[in-house]
T-cell receptor, first 111, second 115 residues
Framework: RKEVEQDPGPFNVPEGATVAFNCTYS??????FFWYRQDCRKEPKLLMS???SGNEDGRFTAQLNRASQYISLLIRDSKLSDSATYLC????????????FGSGTQLTVLP | GAVVSQHPSWVICKSGTSVKIECRSL??????MFWYRQFPKQSLMLMAT?????????EQGVEKDKFLINHASLTLSTLTVTSAHPEDSSFYIC???????????FGAGTRLSVL
C-alpha cells in the first residue's frame, strides 16, 4: 500500500464549479499535512498546510480526519488558473524535514 | 523571487557522461537539503537527504555511488549523476529546509535527458 494515496483524476470541471480532492495516508504517526500545487514541468509549491480543526484560505478549504487518516481539499468557484496537479503531502516527524508525496490529482478547469 | 535556485533547468547528455546539478538557498542557510526524482505522471520520490558537513543519507534503492551528493556549504548542495544512462532521464528537484520558518522550499527542477 502506498504511503499517500490520491485519486489521480483527471478532474475536468467548468469555471465556477466546486471540486473536492481526497487523500489517505497509511502512517498513523504522520503529524503534518500539506497540499502542494504543481504546474506542468514546474516545481511543487505549497498551497496550504492542513490543520486538525480544518482551515480555509480564500476559495480553498482543507480538512483533516486523523481517525480515518484522510485529508481533503475543496476548491470553490474554480478559476482557469487553478488548473494544475494537486499533491497531498505528509510527514511523520513533526517538521517539514521529510515529506512524502502522493502521486497527485490532475485538475483542468474549462472555460 | 525564487528562494531556492536550481541549475541547470534542462540538460541533454550522452550516455556514459556525468551531469552535475546545483541547488542553492538564496535567502537562508540550509543545513538540510533534499533531492527528489519525478518520472512522468508519478509522484516525487525522495532520493537522498543532503546534510551540510556530513554524508548524505540515501533512500533505499538509490545508489550512492551513482548519485553523488556534496553539501559543502550552508547554501549549496550538488547532485552528480555519474555515468548517466537513458533510464536516468527524469525530472530532478531539490529542496532546502528553512529551520526558522519550518518550511521546505523547492528549486525549479532540472529536466535530464540522456541519449
Amino acid at each position: 500500500r502506498k504511503e499517500v494515496e490520491q485519486d489521480p483524476g483527471p478532474f475536468n470541471v467548468p469555471e465556477g464549479a466546486t471540486v473536492a480532492f481526497n487523500c489517505t495516508y497509511s502512517n498513523s504517526a504522520s503529524q503534518s499535512f500539506f497540499w502542494y500545487r504543481q504546474d506542468c514541468r514546474k516545481e511543487p509549491k505549497l498551497l496550504m498546510s492542513v490543520y486538525s480543526s480544518g482551515n480555509e484560505d480564500g476559495r480553498f478549504t482543507a480538512q483533516l480526519n486523523r481517525a480515518s487518516q484522510y485529508i481533503s481539499l475543496l476548491i470553490r468557484d474554480s478559476k482557469l488558473s487553478d488548473s494544475a496537479t494537486y499533491l497531498c503531502v505528509v510527514n511523520p516527524v513533526g517538521s517539514a524535514r521529510q515529506l512524502t508525496f502522493g502521486s497527485g490529482t490532475q485538475l483542468t478547469v474549462l472555460p | 523571487g525564487a528562494v531556492v535556485s536550481q541549475h541547470p533547468s534542462w540538460v541533454i547528455c550522452k550516455s556514459g557522461t556525468s551531469v552535475k546539478i546545483e541547488c542553492r538557498s538564496l535567502d537562508f542557510q540550509a543545513t538540510t537539503m533534499f533531492w527528489y526524482r519525478q518520472f512522468p505522471k508519478q509522484s516525487l520520490m525522495l532520493m537522498a537527504t543532503s546534510n551540510e558537513g556530513s554524508k548524505a543519507t540515501y533512500e533505499q534503492g538509490v545508489e550512492k555511488d551513482k548519485f553523488l551528493i556534496n553539501h559543502a556549504s550552508l547554501t549549496l548542495s550538488t547532485l552528480t549523476v555519474t555515468s548517466a544512462h537513458p533510464e536516468d532521464s527524469s525530472f530532478y528537484i531539490c529542496s532546502a529546509f528553512n529551520e526558522r520558518k519550518n518550511i521546505q522550499y523547492f528549486g525549479a527542477g532540472t529536466r535530464l535527458s540522456v541519449l
